[in-house]
């Protein structure tokens, strides 16, 4: 019977944070496995010792090191020549699995964080039983000794190699809220070049053998290249990334009512924003959270909201302006970047989000799955003789037609209006959906025809699917239209 292979992480370096079940592992071991270099000093079995079984048990372990033959400096084929040593180091343990022993991998730190026990692991796992420990990583390790979160909230923390081009680790560096570089060593010079360029280097941190006696901890900038060693860490913990001298503004699609359709996307602007600036009808459905300031306004002042939002960001705060549905379909992502673009100084994002077209189309079936036109029916910018020649254009060309805002408590001739143009080109029995409060709690999907659609029950919480000589209503109430059209 053979012996079961065990990687085994132990942590940072306190041999107190090595997890009860690798200490149990490590004493029941008939074979523990270390790495070092050619010097003969290992950082696993440092750690490990105080779990190793007595040297006076009459079973003693079995103690197999695996030393490293090469550096990175040594020579050319340092990669052809380091497989060949674990190809080697694997055969090793192999040996004592199938004498049956079980064999336990030390890896400082987790074993499949950038450690050693990675490549014994993908050489012997599909011919021995295994189990991999966890162990707590230097990143945490050093977020720790600093007293400093790693991340918050919706933050993103990268990893990275300080292997990597100083421009490559720049780049990546610019984008991400938090970062743990590793392998700094003789890649020090580097590292700190890097975030040097990316904007950084004032608030990174650097941890060298964190959670050890010989632990050090101090600004980046103030370290000496000359005396930083392999197992060391620069850290950009949470809340490091430098605000912008000027802020953003990104326009944000809330969806058309419940925070189902609220895309990740939105979410995260949402939360990130120092500042929400919308109708307040649509600004009240974003939760409250502290540190965030909300500025609600009426739903006519679209040019006065936007430049309030633009002001802000001049004085470096980063703004989400609300939009229900998507916010570039008759909502506000026109009218900011039409503000924005008089002076062209402030970055404008937009968010997309589901339409009001698409959420009661889906409710229906799925109407809009052929061509189709959307228009609106409100003349409070337009006027409606060019609402009624779209609408004309649109129904000549048998188009599906949604239907935004198709009346208000000042507008109440334009539903009717609308119906009696339709009626020219389109017959009685075209399949007619009305959505309302589509996603809110008095949601209501209506399916009827256009000769009987009564303009009375239509209001500015309203959208309308007007179907095409190809919309289908199914017996089961199901309203599609179809994506093949006869051919002539």
């Known amino acids: 019977m053979t012996g079961k292979l065990y990687g085994v992480g132990l942590g940072p370096g306190d041999p107190e944070l090595v997890t009860v079940k690798a200490a149990r592992l490590i004493e029941e071991a008939d074979v523990v496995a270390f790495h070092s270099a050619r010097h003969g000093r290992s950082v696993a079995k440092t750690i490990a010792e105080p779990y190793f079984r007595s040297q006076n048990d009459p079973n003693p372990q079995i103690l197999e090191q695996l030393v490293y033959p090469v550096t990175t400096e040594d020579t050319d084929d340092y990669q052809g020549e380091i497989d060949q040593f674990y190809e080697e180091a694997a055969a090793r343990l192999a040996a004592h699995l199938d004498a049956g022993r079980n064999v336990v991998v030390l890896a400082a730190g987790d074993p499949f964080f950038y450690g050693s026990y990675m490549h014994m692991h993908k050489r012997l796992k599909d011919r021995y039983e295994w189990e991999v420990v966890p162990g707590v990583t230097s990143v945490s390790g050093a977020s720790a000794v600093l007293g400093t979160p790693l991340v918050e909230r919706d933050e993103v923390l990268t990893i990275l190699p300080g292997t990597l081009p100083p421009a490559e680790l720049a780049a990546r560096l610019k984008s991400t809220d938090s970062a743990a570089i590793l392998k700094l060593g003789r890649t020090f010079g580097n590292v700190r070049q890097a975030l040097e360029e990316a904007g950084r280097l004032d608030n990174a941190w650097y941890v060298e053998r964190a959670t050890t006696g010989r632990q050090k901890t101090s600004p980046l900038a103030d370290v000496d290249p000359g005396t930083v060693p392999y197992f060391s860490l620069a850290l950009l913990p949470s809340r490091s990334k430098p605000k912008p001298d000027k802020g953003e503004v990104t326009v944000v699609g809330l969806g058309p009512g419940s925070s189902d359709w609220l895309t990740p996307e939105a979410r995260h602007e949402l939360n990130e924003a120092d500042d929400l600036v919308g109708y307040t009808t649509y600004l009240n459905r974003v939760p409250d959270r502290p540190g965030q300031t909300k500025h609600a306004s009426h739903n006519q002042v679209e040019s006065e909201r936007a430049a309030f939002a633009l002001d802000l960001a001049r004085k470096g705060k980063r703004v989400a302006v609300i939009s229900s549905g998507d916010p570039g379909v008759f909502a506000m992502a026109t009218a900011v970047l039409e503000v924005a673009a008089e002076t062209g100084d402030i970055p404008v994002k937009v968010i997309p989000g589901v339409t009001a ?3 009661v189309a889906a409710r229906a079936g799925a109407p809009l799955g052929h061509d189709y036109a959307v228009v609106s029916l409100s003349d409070r910018l337009k006027p409606w003789d060019v609402i009624a020649e779209r609408l004309t254009a649109a129904a000549k060309a048998d188009l ?29 029995e075209t399949p007619v959906v009305v959505g309302r409060d589509v996603g809110g709690p008095e949601e209501e999907i209506r399916v009827g025809t256009l000769g009987g659609l009564d303009p009375s029950t239509i209001d500015m919480r309203c959208l309308l699917i007007i179907g095409s000589s190809q919309t289908v209503v199914t017996p089961q109430g199901v309203v599609f239209t179809p994506r093949r059209y006869p051919t002539s």
């Open 357 to 359: 077209a698409n959420a």
């Open 400 to 428: 599906v037609i949604a239907i935004y805002n198709p009346a208000s408590k000042a507008r109440t001739h334009q539903v009717q209006e609308m119906r009696d143009l339709l009626l020219q080109h389109r017959t009685h």
